[in-house]
């Protein structure tokens, strides 16, 4: 009753077998030479040609180096009988990451003409695992928000229906993932931004632990409590690429001051029947929609059916999560988004309220969403004493779910109230991100998988939670979850409503 196997890889028959294939698959085909990477690559900027018209997911490319990169892929696969994992396969990397002569600019205006000189580390380890870098991919800005947008790039879409939203704000990658044009990519979340992408796209997404994989060369750059509640993460097609991309990725680095060595546990090792599966419908406060609430139950099901033992948690215990994430995110601050907006610019910090008005009338090169933020930002500031009590009171709660979940347990939950909302309903409930934002102050890992559709055909998802350090156990979970649902369906948004 293990949750994983090792299956080889049939070889690809088409190039739609090399758009629908998981990573680790693409690889061992392109070491057994079934396939070269110039195909594969080829392939994917064919789709990416194709999809990204009507997603606007991918907002910089670098098809060419991507080919030269390939041709060398292929001439060492040729000579190495020990090449890197990743050796060929070519990925995305979300705009926020720094990728050698790239853009960085975080969606500011200010920030344009940004391009990065050296990769972050993730995206070096990445690259030096072989993969190969296509494009990067939209975000909005500033970073904190459900939907992707901004005045440099605009809005992305969603692919199983253009007239909602991507998600944010790893919305791009999880987009063009979702539709073939990248077997792999890295997000980043510091509140849902994996997550909630990844669930409203049908793909696979994991916030790892809280300190497992290094913050720098991001901008937006965290400060003070954030470093431990942001987190670089995979976002794939299969479940059985995230933990490979794991070990790839993980591990101290200078530029990250909290980022800590830890023990990466087998999925394989993990008995399905002997696994505690708490489950939250919704989080007692901002009621998840009916068909939210039955995916986290048929999932729950489904690990009960191989021998899992599920019991109801005290979803009380989750009421005030944005709470909670807001005045942790606020403890040891640097500084205020309202300096954040200003980067790049003449200006240390933006004028709010005057910008506010003139986002109102269309005259600011700012978005509404990252201005509203910044206001929300100012008045936590004022309120600082209580942000220090609710900063304790998650801190119980973190050492209380640790004890719960302990070495075999895993929490059950919806990402969010609803599906894929269309473009702009998000501000009606902005609070409804509490399902995701929790797990960041909780430093537990979470991986979201996709879990069939709803009857309109928009994909719906589970968050599966374990205790921190344990990304193995929320990662055997999923793929047991996969098993049973089929897991990730190519979008194909050529054909989506919009």
Partial sequence: MHATSSVAPVAPRSEDDLLKAAAVDLAAWIRARQVSSAEVVDATIRRIERVNPLLNAVVHTRFDEARAEARRADERIAKDASPPPFCGVPCTIKEFFAVEGAPQTGGLV???????????????????????????????????????????????????????????????????????????????????????????????????????????????????????????????????????????????????????????????????????????????????????????EDAARALERRGARVVTFDVKKLRRGFEYWAATLAEGAEEGYDVLLASGSDRTRVPVGRELVKALIGRSNHTLPALVVAAAGSIVERIGGKTSFLARAADGLRAELTELLGDRGVLLHPPYTRPAPRHHEVWATPFDAAYTALFNVMQTPVTAVPVGFDPRGLPLGVQVIAAPGRDHVSIAAGQAIEDHFGGWTLARPEGAAR
């Avoid at 063009?176 to 990519?185: E, L, Q």
């Avoid at 419908?281 to 986290?296: L, Q, T, W, Y």
């Fill in 110 to 296: 200010a920030r344009k003409s940004t391009r990065s000189t050296a990769d972050a580390p993730v995206v070096g380890r990445l690259r030096e695992a072989g993969a190969i870098v296509v494009g990067t991919t939209n975000v909005p800005e500033g970073g904190i928000w459900i939907e992707t947008y901004n005045a440099i790039y605009g809005r992305t879409n969603n692919p199983w229906d253009t007239r909602r939203t991507s998600g944010g704000s790893s919305g791009g990658e999880a987009a063009i993932v979702a539709s073939g044009g990248s077997p792999m990519g890295i997000g980043s979340d510091i509140g849902g931004s994996i997550r909630l992408p990844a669930a409203f796209c049908g793909i696979v997404g994991h916030k790892p632990s809280g300190r497992l994989l290094p913050n720098g060369g991001q901008f937006p750059a965290p400060s003070g409590a954030a470093l431990a509640m942001l987190c670089p993460g995979p976002m794939v097609r299969r479940v059985r690429d995230v933990m490979p991309m794991l070990r790839v990725l993980a591990g101290p680095d200078p530029s990250d001051p909290v980022c800590v060595p830890m023990t990466l546990g087998d999925p394989a090792s993990v008995r399905v029947d002997e696994l505690v599966v708490h489950v939250a419908v919704d989080n007692g406060r901002f009621r998840a929609s009916a068909v939210m609430k039955k995916a986290v």
